[in-house]
C-alpha cells in the first residue's frame, strides 16, 4: 500500500517539476535538449514508475497466494464429497485410488457405474471405516457445508468459473439426497427395501452428480 502511495506522489512531483520549470532546449543537441530540469523530471517518473510497479507486483503476489488458498480449501471440501466413491472403487478393485479427476471418470465408466450400485449401502466400508450410509451421508453433509463456507469467504478471489462449477455441486438434488440418510437425515426405508445408490436416486441424477463433481475437479486443477 506504501508503495502504491510513493508512486503517486512521485508522478505527481515530476508534474508539478514540469510546469514549474523548463524541460527541453531545442537549441541543443540530442540527449543534451533536456535541461536540468527535463532531467529531473524523467529521473523522477522513472522513479515513480519503479515504484508503482512494484507495488503493482506485490498486489498481483497477494492475489495469487490468497487463490492458491482458496483452491486448496475448495479441494479439501471437494476430497470430502468424493471420499464414498473413492472407498466404493477401493473395494471394488482392492486398491485405492488418487482423489483427482481420473476417479470420477473411472466411476462414471459404465461397467463401474453399475457396480458400484450393487453395492449394499447398510453393509461396511472396507477396512473398518464404518457403515456404508453413515459414510455418505457424513460425506455429503461435511462437504456441502465445506462448499458453501468456502464459496461465500472466495467469491470475488477465484474466476467466476470455479464459482459457478462450486455452486452447481452444492445445489445438487444428489447433495440433498445424501444427506437425508440416516443416521444424518430421516430416510430410512425398510429393511425388506434394498439400500443402493439407486435407492436414492436415480442413473440420470448420479451422473449428472458426478459430472458436476468432475466439471468442479477440472476447475481446480486449472490452478
Keep these: 500500500m506504501l508503495l502504491s502511495f510513493l508512486g503517486h506522489m512521485i508522478a505527481l512531483a515530476a508534474a508539478a517539476v514540469a510546469v514549474l520549470g523548463d524541460t527541453w532546449n531545442s537549441k541543443a543537441v540530442g540527449w543534451r535538449k ?106 455429503a453433509t461435511r462437504g456441502h457445508a465445506e462448499l458453501r463456507r468456502t464459496q461465500t469467504i472466495y467469491v470475488g478471489i477465484v474466476d467466476p468459473d470455479l464459482i459457478t462449477a462450486m455452486k452447481n455441486v452444492a445445489t445438487d438434488y444428489m447433495i440433498e439426497a445424501m444427506k437425508g440418510l440416516t443416521p444424518c437425515g430421516q430416510y430410512a426405508p425398510d429393511e425388506a427395501f434394498p439400500l443402493r445408490l439407486y435407492s436414492i436416486t436415480n442413473q440420470r441424477e448420479l451422473r449428472r452428480y458426478l459430472n458436476r463433481l468432475l466439471e468442479l475437479r477440472l476447475e481446480l486443477d486449472k490452478g
Design 34 to 139: 533536456l535541461t536540468l530540469t527535463g532531467r529531473a523530471v524523467v529521473a523522477v517518473a522513472l522513479a515513480g514508475f519503479l515504484l508503482s510497479s512494484a507495488a503493482t507486483y506485490r498486489e498481483y503476489e497477494a492475489q495469487q497466494k490468497r487463490r492458491a488458498a482458496a483452491v486448496e480449501e475448495i479441494s479439501i471440501a471437494w476430497r470430502g464429497l468424493v471420499s464414498p466413491y473413492r472407498m466404493m472403487l477401493w473395494k471394488l478393485d482392492g486398491r485405492q485410488s488418487n482423489p483427482d479427476a481420473s476417479l470420477i471418470r473411472r466411476a462414471l465408466e459404465p461397467a463401474t457405474f453399475e457396480q458400484m450400485n450393487r453395492i449394499d449401502l447398510r453393509g461396511n466400508a472396507p477396512h473398518h471405516h464404518g457403515l456404508w450410509k453413515n459414510i455418505i451421508c457424513g460425506s
